[in-house]
């Protein structure tokens, strides 16, 4: 094994270096701790009296960029952190798990550890002082935490429990995250559950359920053995660095790459094709995909009925499926009472069929039923391809092209969030999967839907974040963050009523990242006390009452398992500095405060030991002491994971299901449901970014975004190495827009609609689609010449999931004299 192996560094290894003096002396400056003076480098011998100590720790960076956040061997000099590399990762047989080196932004985490912008104690909002006027006194954390949890003992004593919600973002994905889910949970307090990303993941959940090995059919990995490669809805070579190796694999092995994006990004560059799309059609165009090779006989008919819905009998009535009870044949609910199918003109339980039908519509002792595929047929016939062709801005030849190499060739979707930012966003996934189930494109190594990632030992329960003993605790209930305004300034959001008076936000920065900023300042300037527990001062722990000191991730435990093939261990690397503490230290403070000492008794690495210490981890060979020693502790499948291949359809039916019976919305807002409708895939436009919206006519542009590769979300955004890099947002414009408008190229330009504006730097950018703009994101007030732009975006969303829809936006765009 290489000497960067897992298990080479089973403790911390001490070694003697010199040769790797002078890389580190660069990055010595960042951190504060240049070599001892003398050093020469020339032996590496004992005797040297200028030989560095130099220890080791394996923990991990908090990028969020595809895969896994890099594994890090941390260095340490003298107490401090002056290099980071990256171990050897292996698969059970030996093979090397293919990534990139430390990147850019990774090696900046020691300028953000040792950034003298860090919260370095607990602060309290000085009194008689508003918030965001930055008038701050240093607390002791006795104090804070007695102020704190005194406080919310009032307020649930006075308003009840749900007066107090926790809220955490998706910046930084550790286990301790978790922790804080034990605290809202004893206390009964409400979840403010951010709308990140739901669309892509419950859509995929509706289609195949949750705990397999993959989010989308198939896994990050099998992009490299497809032919064709569709790169829709994301641009990898920014997103998901870590992984984006495997599409170069395809490439090398001659795939052909096509990128499907109203912007020619990075991916686009590095493609063979580039195809512009109106923003949110997405879901017409895989319609479109779909009527092609029904039109041409490429439906995979054997495979509907085997392994999809396709032939479940479906009552017209209320649109659940037939099953034996209907017909009094078995008791409603039992094991017996199974679905029917239709076939040689009687019905059959679906298990029993050989050859059942999927088109018809029949009758059974009196009930109108038809197959699932009929209804999914029916409702891909609302469209045709010529207005198809108009909504997508496609030609039907090239949507036939895309058609004929979805069947003819090895191919694969590759989505990122793209789709997940529009109010629409689940019809696009909706229709993405009817494509892939009606097509039989699944099932196979290259062929199929890859979303975004893997799955993670936490999700799959081998870390079972429930193994916490919580006694008959009752949790609180949980409410999407589009909706906290409403439930703010109503006392009620669907069916939760509650009196919120302060939120705990923690790994979040909601005024920089949520959709429509001014009703966030308005949500939090209406609570009583507003906690953050943040390292920086972000825009959100700018306006809180308390600030707590978060410890980086270097500076404590920690397990790390979201989207990654490993479940890893983050060994802590030096002490916190300053006064912080990691968010389980600060979680247990506030618990003991709250009255449940008796809960909060565990060390942060006994707790862990608990949440890997099950049955579920030990069949996969996880243990405390190996993942302690190894720190990365491979719990995936040697092969790629593919739905319906290696990895279990954990569906209701255990069928990918393109028709979902009996659909609820995720959170009832109250507003009118139609369940029949939202059953199987339709199509409608998003909620505002569309050209035939009324608002179009004074709004003409969408404003979109993309993630660059110098910032994750908000982090980054202050190390000064990176600004030096890239200074300051602009917002990309086709030349068509800004010349219909008298602006050139650097002028300063006004974005702005009816919620708000943001003023900053115009770039031209021709590959932006005329009637598109893109701000990069993560970007935080100070960096604009005025405004915000989360300001314009709207926290409009449909019921089906409750998502922020960023790139929903509409918006009109003056230079600025
Ligand atoms: N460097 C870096 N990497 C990250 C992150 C980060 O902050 N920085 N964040 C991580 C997280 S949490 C996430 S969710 C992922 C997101 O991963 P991605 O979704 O890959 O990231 P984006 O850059 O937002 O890419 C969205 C793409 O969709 C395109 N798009 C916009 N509208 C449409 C449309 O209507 N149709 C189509 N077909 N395309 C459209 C945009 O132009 C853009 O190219 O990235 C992860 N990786
Ligand atoms: N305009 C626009 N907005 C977007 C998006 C977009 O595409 N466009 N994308 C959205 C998406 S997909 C996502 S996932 C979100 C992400 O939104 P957030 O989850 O808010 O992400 P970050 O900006 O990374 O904020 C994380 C905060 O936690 C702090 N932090 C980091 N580590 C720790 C820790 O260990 N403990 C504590 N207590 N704090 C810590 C960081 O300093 C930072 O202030 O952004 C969303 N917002
Ligand atoms: S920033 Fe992302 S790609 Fe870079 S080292 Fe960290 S996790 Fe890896
Ligand atoms: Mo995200």
Redesign the pocket.
Known sequence: MAENTPSALTRRSFLKTTGVVAGAAALGSLAGCAPKEGGDGSSDSNENPTAIEETVVYSTC?G?CGGCGCPLLVHVRDGKVCNLTKPRLEYPDGSLVKSHGVCMKGYMNIERMYSPTRVQYPMRRVDGTERGDGQWERVSWEEAIGDITSKWKEMQAESGNTSIAFMS????T?YSNAYATRLATLMGAMTLQ?A??ANGVNAHISHCGIGGYTWGLNEYRDLANAETILIWGGNPTESIAVDYHYITEAKEKGATVIVIDPVFTSSASDSDRYISIRPGSDGLLAAGMALIAIRDGKIDKSHMQKMTVAPFLVKNEDGLYLRLSDLGKAEAGSEADRILVYEGGNPVAFDEAKDPEIEGEFEIDGIAVKPAYQILLERFSEWDLETISKHTDISIETIEELADLWTSTKCMICTG?GH??YGNGFNTYDAMFALSDITGVQCEHGRGIACCGYTSPMSQGIIDVSSVGLDDAVPGPIVPTPYVHQLVEEGKAGAVEADLRSIYI?????V????DRQKWLKTLGEMELVVV????M?E??ELADYVLP????FEHDDIFSINTMFARYAEKVVDPLFEAK??FDIITLLGKGMGFEKYFTASDLEHYEACVTNDLAESVGLTWDKLKSEHAVFTHLQEPAVQGLNSPILSATGRFEFYHEGILPQFDDGRFWDSKRESCWYWEPPIEAWYENEKYATYPLVLG?E?CKFK????FNNSPSILELDPEPYVKINPVDASARGIAEGDVVRLYNDRGSVTLKAVFNAGCRPGFLV?D??WTKDHFIDGH??DL?SCATKQRFAQ?N?FDCLCEMEKVQ
């Open positions: 908090m969020n973002g998706t910046g930084n550790f951010t990140y990303d969030f997940d930012h923690y790994r979040m920065n909601p920089g990242n949520e959709t527990s943040d390292m920086f972000s959100t722990a978060a410890a980086f991730i990691g968010d975004g993630r994750t979300h908000t982090m701000i994101h993560g732009y989360a975006t922020d960023w």
